[in-house]
């Protein structure tokens, strides 16, 4: 016999009227947004605002030794100060990018390429917004 408060997905159409099934849709989208939202940093140190860091940041854990004793400690990212080509502009642009940003620059193909093809803007920081203004604007020129 079945349990009256579980509904299977073969009889919520003859059970629940239409606009409860939306509620229950909106409801359960809100919370696995909730899931993404917490996924994602909430705090974006300085440094990585200053620079293109894809998202990386200073990660923080503790050493776990055979005594099962535990030490925090820090996870510092692989940043590097390079200059990097910009088809757009025609000039070499000074950033502090990540290796992992460097990656993602050649996978894409170029850096105007990576610059426009993030959606996210906390992900760009100060620096990569405004080159990516200045690429905009060039490309727009042309």
């Not at 939306?22 to 200053?50: C, D, P």
């Not at 998202?55 to 990097?84: C, E, I, M, P, Y």
Request: glycine share 6%.
């Amino acid at each position: 016999k079945r349990s009256p408060h579980i509904t299977f997905a073969s009889t919520l159409h003859r059970r629940t009227p239409f606009k409860h099934c939306i509620t229950m849709a909106s409801n359960s989208m809100r919370f696995l947004e909730a899931f993404t939202r917490a996924a994602k940093r909430q705090h974006v140190s300085g440094r990585a605002q200053r620079g293109l860091f894809a998202g990386r940041d200073k990660a923080f854990g503790n050493n776990v030794s055979f005594s099962k004793r535990r030490t925090r400690r820090a996870w510092k990212v692989n940043h590097q100060w390079k200059t990097l080509y910009s088809e757009a502009l025609d000039e070499k642009v000074g950033l502090n990018v990540t290796t992992h940003t460097l990656r993602c620059v050649d996978k894409i193909g170029g850096l105007d390429n990576y610059l426009l093809s993030i959606k996210d803007e906390r992900e760009l920081g100060v620096k990569g917004l405004k080159t990516r203004d200045r690429v905009l604007a060039a490309l727009a020129e042309a």
